[in-house]
């Protein structure tokens, strides 16, 4: 026998030959110092707990009551080993305790990848509302640029995604959670300010900066209709949508996001105005493994996002 089987064999040799139930039926005769009493706490006969409590002085190898006709009373050897055994029990109530909480999807850790506006401005409500009826389940934001949203789940992770419309193949399940227009955030003193709606058309006419390459591409396809010279094309990209905003604030140029943009917004004195012809709305979507076990606590975590947002148009 090589080293490795040798401790293999030792580490099982080295484990308990007494079961909780031998163990349960110990503690309950020590605490009422009676089978009768304990039998009935265990929903047990007498003789079946005094079986239990016989094959566990067979498994330590010494005696744990000193039985009479009149009493029962725990014996040197039994007393030192109450603590022990109860402390066994404790813990296995704990672990036991702990596994239903993960059946029923009361506790575990959820790992959600998000893009900044949604994880800063969305996300943080839902996980609020949720944790108020699941108290023990941690759920963990990732920042994640939308371009890799997808790759988040498919790689393992994040358990989810929550973030725009992107293209998935048959390894993740999209699902459609809500809608919001697309709208200009300006400064008060813009031109566009004193119109109550823009039109894709008028866009063409003012610098706009795009938040990220994801912001561009999406302007671009929403003005494909038009013909080329009237298409919008914004004058500058930046990576974050608090640079676009900031941008904005400063009257350097406008931008366009969705409108549950407006919790970053406003803050910073932008106008916003709806646009038109057509209006224009971007889909957000849970992401989540299509082949992929998920935890119990993401599929939770998952069926909640899709109540929280359910008739919601978040603008």
């Known amino acids: 026998m090589n080293e490795g089987s040798s401790r293999c064999f030792a580490s099982a040799m080295s484990l308990p030959r007494f079961t909780p139930r031998q163990l349960d039926a110990f503690v309950a005769v020590a605490e009422l110092r009676s089978f009768a009493a304990a039998a009935q706490r265990l929903s047990l006969t007498p003789s079946a707990v005094s079986q239990l409590v016989n094959e566990l002085e067979n498994a330590v190898d010494f005696k744990l009551f000193d039985r009479s006709t009149r009493r029962v009373d725990i014996s040197s050897a039994g007393r030192e080993f109450l603590a022990s055994a109860?402390?066994?029990l404790k813990h296995m109530r704990l672990a036991q305790s702990a596994a239903d909480d993960v059946r029923h999807r009361a506790a575990g850790l959820v790992r959600i990848a998000a893009p900044l506006v949604v994880a800063s401005v969305i996300l943080p409500r839902a996980i609020k509302a949720y944790l108020q009826e699941r108290p023990k389940v941690k759920v963990h934001i990732?920042?994640?640029?939308?371009?890799?949203l997808v790759d988040a789940v498919v790689s393992g992770d994040a358990d989810l995604a929550l973030g725009p419309d992107r293209a998935v193949g048959d390894d993740l399940l999209r699902t459609t959670l809500f809608q919001s227009p697309w709208v200009l955030w300006c400064a008060p003193?813009?031109?566009?300010?004193?119109?109550?709606?823009?039109?894709?058309l008028e866009l063409?006419?003012?610098?706009?900066?795009?938040?990220?390459?994801?912001?561009e591409r999406s302007v671009a396809h929403m003005s494909h209709a038009l013909p080329g010279n009237e298409r919008v094309t914004p004058v500058d990209?930046?990576?974050n949508m608090s640079t676009a905003l900031g941008m904005a604030a400063a009257n350097l140029a406008a931008t366009l996001s969705p409108a549950y943009v407006k919790a970053l917004a406003k803050p910073l004195g932008l106008v916003m105005r709806r646009i038109v012809s057509p209006v224009e709305m971007?889909?957000?979507?849970?992401y989540r493994p299509a082949q992929r076990v998920s935890s119990p606590a993401a599929e939770g975590f998952a069926a909640h996002l899709e109540g929280y947002f359910v008739g919601a148009k978040l603008d």
């Open 189 to 200: 003193e813009h031109p566009l300010v004193k119109q109550r709606t823009v039109t894709w």
């Open 282 to 286: 971007r889909q957000i979507c849970l």
């Open 237 to 239: 990209v930046v990576d």
């Open 204 to 215: 063409r006419d003012h610098p706009l900066v795009a938040a990220g390459r994801d912001h």
């Open 86 to 88: 109860d402390s066994v």
């Open 142 to 148: 990732r920042d994640t640029p939308v371009e890799k």
